[in-house]
Every structure is written in structure tokens, then in C-alpha cells.
């Protein structure tokens, strides 16, 4: 559920509103006109877990536009098992101070040749 919220510009600044029907909404239309940012979940590939691939996600949004240069960064990365919930997979990813952190624990597989 949500409203429409019309916002009028005048040289990149917020000044007016219309269609807020709570604080709430106010401040997530500023925000995201000023500096829009997402959550970010993804996947990262594991090298001698039971499992081939880790969900990870950001300690904090990042900002909308640096999601698609996260995305090629974490393609690049190959994390050793085990791994447990909450341990950074890359700290301060493009220098965004912003950690990048596995969602699940991954044991280390038993496999014998």
C-alpha cells in the first residue's frame, strides 16, 4: 500500500511535496530524488563448500547507482568454505563504506577421492 507523491525541483533541491500522507513517505520521496539508494542482494561463488554459491547483501543500501559496478565487483569473487552468517565477504566494497556480508552459513565439504 502507498500513495502517489508528486515533488517539484528547483536546482536539484526539494521544494515542495504534495501527496504525502505521512512522514515517512516525505522523506523517502526527498531521499530518493536527492541520492536514491537500494537494498542489495546477491550471490557470490563458493570454493569447497556443500553448496556452490553464497547469498550475501550490504550492510547498508547503496547508492542506486553504483548497484550494477557492485554486481561486476562480487562476480569476481570466490570465497573458501566455511563461512558463517554475518562474516564480511568484501569490506568496503568500491570504497563506499559499505561491507558486503554472507547471509548463511556454508560448512566445508567432506568430500574424499
Known sequence: MGCTINAW???GEVVKIE?????RGKDYSIQEVKSPVRDFFTTVRV???????LSVR???????NMLIPCA?????V??????KLGEPVVKNILNLGIDIIATKNIEESRKSF
Open 9 to 11: 525541483l528547483r536546482n
Open 19 to 23: 501527496g504525502a500522507k505521512c512522514g
Open 47 to 53: 570454493k569447497g563448500g556443500k553448496i556452490p554459491m
Open 58 to 64: 550490504s550492510t547498508r543500501p547503496i547508492p542506486k
Open 72 to 76: 561486476l565487483e562480487l562476480a569476481k
Open 78 to 83: 570466490v570465497v573458501s568454505a566455511p563461512i
